[in-house]
């Protein structure tokens, strides 16, 4: 499999995405996102990581209020397969990662489209 097919299959990057979406939803954190995406250096992704990865309580906190009680928060495991991936070839994990987070569906969007009745 190549490196391309490794980052774009990858069941870390998509979780840590996934978690990435839920700090953007709660703190509009283009931020840190693009911390990550334009990252020129491994510890300038890794520095992305760690600031949102310091949000996890507040997140989880705001998600509750949406009535969201469970998200997932990226293990060590997710975080070191990331990291060697980015190692690896840090454009392109990292613009993907940052890019996958933002294409996610919004949970509020989804809520609000299940409410919306044609009739």
Do not use: H, W
């Amino acid at each position: 499999m190549s490196l391309q097919e490794q980052i774009t299959k990858s069941k870390e990057i998509k979780r840590v995405a996934g978690y990435l979406r839920n700090v953007f939803e709660v703190e509009i954190a283009y931020d840190i996102l693009d911390k990550i995406a334009k990252a020129r250096k491994i510890e300038d992704f890794c520095e992305g990581l760690y600031t949102a990865l310091r949000l996890q309580e507040k997140t989880q906190r705001e998600k509750k209020k949406e009535g969201i009680n469970n998200i997932y928060i990226p293990s060590g495991d997710d975080l070191q397969k990331v990291v060697e991936l980015a190692k690896q070839n840090l454009k392109e994990t990292s613009r993907y990662l940052a890019s996958l987070a933002l294409a996610y569906p919004s949970k509020r969007t989804e809520k609000k489209e299940e409410s919306i009745s044609c009739f």
